[in-house]
């Protein structure tokens, strides 16, 4: 393979990093199941506990709707770190492997 041998390592950096953003998507994916299935389980506590203290409907609606926030919020700066950080490797992947790929026999030479 003389001088094609870094080409062909930029062909496999691009598909880490394709591979990569997948896994992105499904990190993503199971992190929001994951708050989701944690909001679930607040609100049903404090549904029940709400119930069992014999609280106003006003009550309970507020302190359903400070859990939504919160979790609201809670998902949106993980979403948005989660996506940081994976978009930043792949980028930085499919631009060198991209860059290799093309120039790679020249740079050996």
Known sequence: MNSEWLSRAGCLIVMIGLWSGIGGIFQERLLTSRIRWRRRNAIVSARA???????????????????????????????????????????????????????GDLLVR
């Not at 700066?77 to 290799?100: C, D, P, Q, W, Y």
């Open 49 to 103: 506990r709400l119930a069992e203290e014999q609280a106003d409907s006003e009550r309970m609606k507020k302190e359903l709707k400070e859990i939504d926030e919160t979790f609201d919020t809670e998902s949106a700066k993980a979403t948005h770190n989660l996506r940081l950080s994976i978009g930043v490797l792949e980028v930085s992947l499919l631009m060198t492997g991209t860059f290799l790929w093309g120039f």
